[in-house]
Protein backbone atom coordinates (compact mmCIF):
# COMPACT_ATOMS: atom_id res chain seq x y z
CA UNK A 1 0.00 0.00 0.00
CA UNK A 2 3.06 2.59 0.91
CA UNK A 3 4.27 1.93 -2.10
CA UNK A 4 1.31 2.54 -4.21
CA UNK A 5 1.07 5.56 -2.41
CA UNK A 6 5.26 6.49 -3.09
CA UNK A 7 4.33 5.59 -6.78
CA UNK A 8 1.28 7.55 -7.03
CA UNK A 9 3.42 10.95 -5.50
CA UNK A 10 5.99 10.35 -7.69
CA UNK A 11 3.68 10.10 -10.97
CA UNK A 12 2.49 13.40 -9.09
CA UNK A 13 5.15 15.01 -8.78
CA UNK A 14 6.70 14.27 -12.15
CA UNK A 15 3.54 15.56 -13.61
CA UNK A 16 3.70 18.65 -11.60
CA UNK A 17 7.76 19.20 -12.82
CA UNK A 18 6.55 18.34 -16.63
CA UNK A 19 3.99 20.71 -16.52
CA UNK A 20 6.19 22.99 -14.87
CA UNK A 21 8.83 22.77 -17.84
CA UNK A 22 6.17 22.72 -20.80
CA UNK A 23 4.93 25.75 -19.42
CA UNK A 24 8.41 27.25 -18.89
CA UNK A 25 8.95 26.42 -22.90
CA UNK A 26 5.58 28.49 -23.59
CA UNK A 27 6.21 31.15 -21.81
CA UNK A 28 10.17 31.58 -23.22
CA UNK A 29 8.22 31.16 -26.36
CA UNK A 30 6.04 33.83 -25.99
CA UNK A 31 7.10 37.08 -28.41
CA UNK A 32 9.53 39.10 -26.03
CA UNK A 33 7.12 42.32 -27.36
CA UNK A 34 4.44 43.65 -29.68
CA UNK A 35 5.07 45.10 -32.91
CA UNK A 36 5.68 48.51 -32.17
CA UNK A 37 8.98 47.43 -30.81
CA UNK A 38 11.43 49.31 -32.46
CA UNK A 39 13.80 47.08 -34.63
CA UNK A 40 16.73 45.56 -33.92
CA UNK A 41 20.29 45.01 -36.21
CA UNK A 42 21.77 41.14 -35.48
CA UNK A 43 24.86 40.59 -36.95
CA UNK A 44 25.47 36.79 -36.95
CA UNK A 45 29.43 35.87 -37.51
CA UNK A 46 30.77 33.80 -39.94
CA UNK A 47 30.76 30.00 -38.20
CA UNK A 48 28.55 31.51 -34.99
CA UNK A 49 26.83 28.87 -32.63
CA UNK A 50 22.80 28.88 -32.34
CA UNK A 51 23.55 28.97 -28.35
CA UNK A 52 25.64 32.45 -28.83
CA UNK A 53 23.19 33.86 -31.28
CA UNK A 54 20.36 33.16 -28.88
CA UNK A 55 22.16 34.63 -26.42
CA UNK A 56 22.73 37.88 -28.90
CA UNK A 57 18.69 37.87 -29.03
CA UNK A 58 18.21 37.44 -25.48
CA UNK A 59 20.43 40.44 -24.47
CA UNK A 60 18.98 42.71 -27.40
CA UNK A 61 15.45 42.05 -26.00
CA UNK A 62 14.10 40.31 -29.08
CA UNK A 63 13.62 36.99 -27.49
CA UNK A 64 12.63 36.42 -23.73
CA UNK A 65 15.09 33.10 -23.38
CA UNK A 66 17.77 32.28 -24.77
CA UNK A 67 17.56 28.66 -23.36
CA UNK A 68 14.27 28.58 -25.18
CA UNK A 69 15.48 29.29 -27.96
CA UNK A 70 18.87 27.05 -28.44
CA UNK A 71 16.77 24.15 -27.02
CA UNK A 72 13.67 24.69 -29.82
CA UNK A 73 16.58 24.92 -32.36
CA UNK A 74 18.64 21.92 -31.31
CA UNK A 75 15.71 19.58 -30.29
CA UNK A 76 12.98 18.34 -32.76
CA UNK A 77 10.55 17.45 -30.04
CA UNK A 78 10.83 20.72 -27.86
CA UNK A 79 10.50 22.82 -31.23
CA UNK A 80 7.61 20.80 -32.18
CA UNK A 81 5.97 21.83 -28.79
CA UNK A 82 6.90 25.48 -28.75
CA UNK A 83 6.46 26.10 -32.81
CA UNK A 84 3.95 23.98 -33.69
CA UNK A 85 6.05 22.98 -36.53
CA UNK A 86 9.62 20.67 -36.84
CA UNK A 87 11.75 22.89 -39.42
CA UNK A 88 14.86 24.14 -37.07
CA UNK A 89 17.22 26.63 -37.83
CA UNK A 90 20.25 26.45 -40.20
CA UNK A 91 22.14 29.65 -39.49
CA UNK A 92 23.53 31.98 -42.21
CA UNK A 93 26.08 34.41 -41.51
CA UNK A 94 24.85 38.48 -42.06
CA UNK A 95 22.92 41.48 -40.42
CA UNK A 96 19.53 40.58 -40.34
CA UNK A 97 16.30 43.26 -39.11
CA UNK A 98 14.78 41.30 -36.22
CA UNK A 99 11.98 42.75 -34.11
CA UNK A 100 10.47 41.44 -30.74
CA UNK A 101 7.16 40.77 -32.07
CA UNK A 102 8.63 37.96 -34.40
CA UNK A 103 7.85 34.36 -32.56
CA UNK A 104 10.40 31.29 -33.06
CA UNK A 105 9.06 30.30 -36.60
CA UNK A 106 9.63 33.77 -38.29
CA UNK A 107 13.18 33.82 -36.52
CA UNK A 108 14.12 30.66 -37.58
CA UNK A 109 13.30 30.94 -41.26
CA UNK A 110 14.68 34.67 -41.28
CA UNK A 111 18.21 33.42 -39.71
CA UNK A 112 18.48 30.19 -42.23
CA UNK A 113 17.48 32.57 -45.08
CA UNK A 114 20.61 33.94 -46.00
CA UNK A 115 18.37 37.04 -47.13
CA UNK A 116 20.91 39.57 -44.95
CA UNK A 117 20.31 43.06 -44.73
CA UNK A 118 23.07 43.93 -47.42
CA UNK A 119 25.65 47.27 -47.27
CA UNK A 120 26.16 49.01 -50.74
CA UNK A 121 30.10 49.31 -51.16
CA UNK A 122 31.51 51.22 -53.78
CA UNK A 123 35.39 50.81 -54.53
CA UNK A 124 36.05 53.44 -57.04
CA UNK A 125 38.59 52.71 -60.02
CA UNK A 126 42.70 53.16 -59.15
CA UNK A 127 41.89 52.30 -55.42
CA UNK A 128 44.84 49.84 -53.75
CA UNK A 129 44.37 46.67 -52.06
CA UNK A 130 45.32 49.33 -48.45
CA UNK A 131 42.44 51.64 -49.75
CA UNK A 132 39.81 49.01 -50.18
CA UNK A 133 40.63 47.44 -46.79
CA UNK A 134 40.04 50.61 -45.03
CA UNK A 135 36.48 51.13 -47.01
CA UNK A 136 35.55 47.89 -46.15
CA UNK A 137 36.49 48.59 -42.49
CA UNK A 138 34.86 51.36 -42.17
CA UNK A 139 31.81 49.85 -43.50
CA UNK A 140 31.70 46.97 -41.39
CA UNK A 141 32.43 44.00 -43.84
CA UNK A 142 35.69 42.80 -42.27
CA UNK A 143 38.47 44.05 -40.98
CA UNK A 144 41.20 45.88 -42.82
CA UNK A 145 43.89 43.88 -41.39
CA UNK A 146 42.15 40.39 -42.59
CA UNK A 147 41.24 41.76 -45.82
CA UNK A 148 45.36 42.81 -46.38
CA UNK A 149 46.01 39.37 -45.32
CA UNK A 150 43.41 37.25 -47.93
CA UNK A 151 44.83 39.51 -50.26
CA UNK A 152 48.15 38.21 -49.97
CA UNK A 153 46.96 34.67 -50.10
CA UNK A 154 49.56 32.45 -51.75
CA UNK A 155 46.99 29.71 -51.83
CA UNK A 156 44.29 31.06 -53.47
CA UNK A 157 46.64 33.43 -55.62
CA UNK A 158 47.30 29.89 -56.94
CA UNK A 159 43.54 28.96 -57.22
CA UNK A 160 43.19 31.85 -59.51
CA UNK A 161 46.31 31.02 -61.69
CA UNK A 162 47.42 34.60 -61.23
CA UNK A 163 50.92 35.45 -61.53
CA UNK A 164 51.66 37.62 -58.86
CA UNK A 165 52.56 38.49 -54.95
CA UNK A 166 49.01 39.81 -54.28
CA UNK A 167 45.60 40.47 -56.01
CA UNK A 168 46.52 43.77 -56.13
CA UNK A 169 45.13 45.21 -59.98
CA UNK A 170 43.05 42.27 -59.78
CA UNK A 171 40.23 43.31 -57.26
CA UNK A 172 37.90 44.74 -59.73
CA UNK A 173 36.54 48.54 -58.76
CA UNK A 174 32.81 48.49 -59.03
CA UNK A 175 29.07 49.00 -56.22
CA UNK A 176 29.28 45.82 -54.59
CA UNK A 177 26.62 44.54 -51.75
CA UNK A 178 27.90 42.76 -48.45
CA UNK A 179 26.55 41.71 -45.79
CA UNK A 180 28.25 42.97 -42.54
CA UNK A 181 30.96 40.50 -40.86
CA UNK A 182 31.62 38.54 -43.79
CA UNK A 183 35.24 36.61 -44.20
CA UNK A 184 37.65 38.47 -46.15
CA UNK A 185 38.76 35.58 -48.33
CA UNK A 186 34.78 35.91 -49.56
CA UNK A 187 34.97 39.52 -50.00
CA UNK A 188 38.11 38.97 -51.96
CA UNK A 189 37.08 35.95 -53.86
CA UNK A 190 33.86 37.99 -54.91
CA UNK A 191 36.28 40.99 -56.45
CA UNK A 192 38.28 38.76 -57.88
CA UNK A 193 34.96 36.73 -59.51
CA UNK A 194 33.93 40.09 -60.71
CA UNK A 195 37.51 40.52 -62.52
CA UNK A 196 37.34 37.73 -64.20
CA UNK A 197 33.94 37.46 -65.50
CA UNK A 198 34.24 41.41 -66.64
CA UNK A 199 37.81 41.33 -68.93
CA UNK A 200 35.68 38.43 -70.30
CA UNK A 201 34.37 40.95 -72.97
CA UNK A 202 37.96 42.17 -73.84
CA UNK A 203 39.18 39.84 -76.83
CA UNK A 204 42.77 40.58 -76.55
CA UNK A 205 42.65 38.71 -72.79
CA UNK A 206 41.61 35.36 -74.03
CA UNK A 207 44.18 32.82 -74.17
CA UNK A 208 46.70 34.70 -72.41
CA UNK A 209 49.06 33.07 -69.87
CA UNK A 210 49.26 34.45 -66.54
CA UNK A 211 52.10 36.29 -67.03
CA UNK A 212 51.15 38.04 -70.21
CA UNK A 213 47.56 38.99 -68.39
CA UNK A 214 49.79 39.96 -65.50
CA UNK A 215 52.06 42.31 -67.46
CA UNK A 216 48.38 43.71 -69.05
CA UNK A 217 47.22 44.37 -65.48
CA UNK A 218 50.37 46.37 -64.59
CA UNK A 219 49.99 48.47 -67.73
CA UNK A 220 46.55 49.20 -66.57
CA UNK A 221 47.03 49.90 -63.30
CA UNK A 222 49.27 52.66 -64.25
CA UNK A 223 46.95 53.98 -66.66
CA UNK A 224 44.08 54.07 -64.30
CA UNK A 225 46.43 56.12 -62.30
CA UNK A 226 47.59 58.60 -65.02
CA UNK A 227 44.29 59.20 -67.11
CA UNK A 228 41.02 61.54 -66.36
CA UNK A 229 39.70 61.99 -69.79
CA UNK A 230 38.23 58.72 -70.96
CA UNK A 231 39.48 58.95 -74.25
CA UNK A 232 42.52 59.61 -73.28
CA UNK A 233 43.49 56.18 -71.80
CA UNK A 234 44.61 54.58 -75.14
CA UNK A 235 47.15 57.09 -75.82
CA UNK A 236 48.32 57.10 -72.45
CA UNK A 237 48.52 53.36 -72.88
CA UNK A 238 50.23 53.76 -76.62
CA UNK A 239 53.07 56.21 -74.63
CA UNK A 240 53.72 53.99 -72.35
CA UNK A 241 53.84 50.51 -74.76
CA UNK A 242 56.32 52.74 -76.87
CA UNK A 243 58.36 53.32 -73.70
CA UNK A 244 58.62 49.50 -72.83
CA UNK A 245 59.09 48.26 -76.11
CA UNK A 246 62.39 50.89 -76.88
CA UNK A 247 63.69 50.27 -72.99
CA UNK A 248 62.79 53.32 -72.05
CA UNK A 249 61.21 54.36 -68.36
CA UNK A 250 57.96 55.00 -68.01
CA UNK A 251 58.69 57.91 -65.91
CA UNK A 252 54.85 57.85 -64.46
CA UNK A 253 54.63 60.39 -61.13
CA UNK A 254 51.90 57.66 -60.51
CA UNK A 255 54.03 54.88 -59.33
CA UNK A 256 56.55 57.39 -57.09
CA UNK A 257 52.87 58.15 -55.37
CA UNK A 258 52.86 54.35 -54.78
CA UNK A 259 56.30 53.85 -53.80
CA UNK A 260 55.45 56.90 -51.17
CA UNK A 261 51.85 56.16 -49.65
CA UNK A 262 51.86 52.28 -50.26
CA UNK A 263 55.04 51.03 -49.53
CA UNK A 264 56.66 53.69 -47.28
CA UNK A 265 52.93 54.68 -45.57
CA UNK A 266 53.48 57.96 -45.39
CA UNK A 267 50.50 60.94 -46.68
CA UNK A 268 49.72 61.47 -50.06
CA UNK A 269 52.07 64.10 -51.76
CA UNK A 270 50.55 67.14 -52.98
CA UNK A 271 53.90 67.88 -55.42
CA UNK A 272 56.85 65.37 -56.43
CA UNK A 273 59.98 66.22 -55.71
CA UNK A 274 62.75 66.09 -57.09
CA UNK A 275 64.37 63.69 -54.32
CA UNK A 276 61.46 61.53 -54.76
CA UNK A 277 62.14 60.52 -58.34
CA UNK A 278 65.42 59.39 -56.79
CA UNK A 279 63.84 56.74 -54.18
CA UNK A 280 65.67 53.57 -55.24
CA UNK A 281 63.08 51.05 -55.70
CA UNK A 282 62.09 48.87 -57.98
CA UNK A 283 58.46 50.54 -58.51
CA UNK A 284 60.13 53.71 -59.44
CA UNK A 285 59.79 54.38 -62.96
CA UNK A 286 61.85 56.98 -63.64
CA UNK A 287 65.54 54.85 -62.58
CA UNK A 288 63.55 51.73 -64.02
CA UNK A 289 63.08 50.54 -67.58
CA UNK A 290 60.04 48.82 -68.26
CA UNK A 291 57.21 47.57 -66.01
CA UNK A 292 57.23 47.97 -62.40
CA UNK A 293 56.87 44.27 -60.46
CA UNK A 294 52.97 44.89 -59.79
CA UNK A 295 50.52 46.55 -60.10
CA UNK A 296 50.11 50.00 -58.61
CA UNK A 297 45.73 50.18 -58.20
CA UNK A 298 42.95 48.34 -59.33
CA UNK A 299 42.28 49.50 -62.77
CA UNK A 300 38.92 49.79 -64.28
CA UNK A 301 36.93 48.26 -67.65
CA UNK A 302 38.30 51.40 -69.38
CA UNK A 303 41.99 50.99 -68.36
CA UNK A 304 42.36 47.79 -68.63
CA UNK A 305 40.74 47.80 -72.29
CA UNK A 306 43.54 50.43 -73.06
CA UNK A 307 46.15 48.38 -71.99
CA UNK A 308 45.00 45.18 -73.64
CA UNK A 309 44.95 46.90 -76.93
CA UNK A 310 46.45 50.49 -77.14
CA UNK A 311 46.60 51.83 -80.38
CA UNK A 312 50.08 52.46 -82.71
CA UNK A 313 50.97 55.95 -82.20
CA UNK A 314 54.35 57.90 -81.71
CA UNK A 315 54.20 59.50 -78.84
CA UNK A 316 56.39 59.08 -76.12
CA UNK A 317 55.40 62.04 -74.26
CA UNK A 318 52.17 63.50 -72.78
CA UNK A 319 51.45 65.98 -70.50
CA UNK A 320 48.79 67.74 -68.76
CA UNK A 321 47.19 71.10 -69.85
CA UNK A 322 44.10 71.46 -68.72
CA UNK A 323 43.91 70.04 -65.21
CA UNK A 324 40.37 71.23 -64.61
CA UNK A 325 39.51 68.96 -67.61
CA UNK A 326 42.32 65.99 -66.89
CA UNK A 327 43.31 66.76 -70.60
CA UNK A 328 46.89 65.71 -71.71
CA UNK A 329 49.09 66.81 -74.81
CA UNK A 330 50.53 63.94 -76.66
CA UNK A 331 53.94 64.55 -78.28
CA UNK A 332 56.48 62.34 -80.13
CA UNK A 333 60.00 64.33 -79.00
CA UNK A 334 61.82 65.38 -76.24
CA UNK A 335 62.04 68.84 -77.86
CA UNK A 336 58.28 68.96 -78.50
CA UNK A 337 57.73 67.99 -74.93
CA UNK A 338 59.95 70.46 -73.40
CA UNK A 339 58.29 73.18 -75.93
CA UNK A 340 54.74 72.02 -74.72
CA UNK A 341 56.23 72.83 -71.44
CA UNK A 342 57.93 76.24 -72.02
CA UNK A 343 54.79 77.17 -73.60
CA UNK A 344 52.57 76.37 -70.52
CA UNK A 345 55.21 78.10 -67.93
CA UNK A 346 54.51 81.16 -69.96
CA UNK A 347 50.46 80.88 -70.48
CA UNK A 348 51.04 80.93 -66.76
CA UNK A 349 53.03 83.84 -65.98
CA UNK A 350 51.54 85.72 -68.11
Known amino acids: MKKMQIGIGACAAFGV ?9 LMGARPAATSSAPPVELTVATGASVRAVAEQLER ?11 LAARFPPIR ?3 TGRTSGIALKSGTYTVHAAMNYNELFALLSSGRADTVRVVIPEGYTVSMTAQRLEEQGICSARAFI ?12 GIAAGSFEGYLFPDTYFFVRSMSAETVVRTMVDTFFRRIADIPEL ?3 TPDELNDIVILASIVEREYRAPDEAPLIASVFQNRIRGNIGLYSCATIVYIITEIEGKP ?3 LIRHED ?3 DNPYNTYRWAGLPPGAISNPGIIALRAAASPPKTAYYYFRLV ?8 FTETFDDHRNEGNRLYTKRVR
Open 277 to 279: LLI
Open 149 to 160: QAAHDAALLTHY
Open 268 to 270: HPD
Open 80 to 82: LLV
Open 17 to 25: CCGAAVFFL
Open 206 to 208: IGM
Open 322 to 329: DPDAGRHV
Open 60 to 70: AGVIRSAAVFY
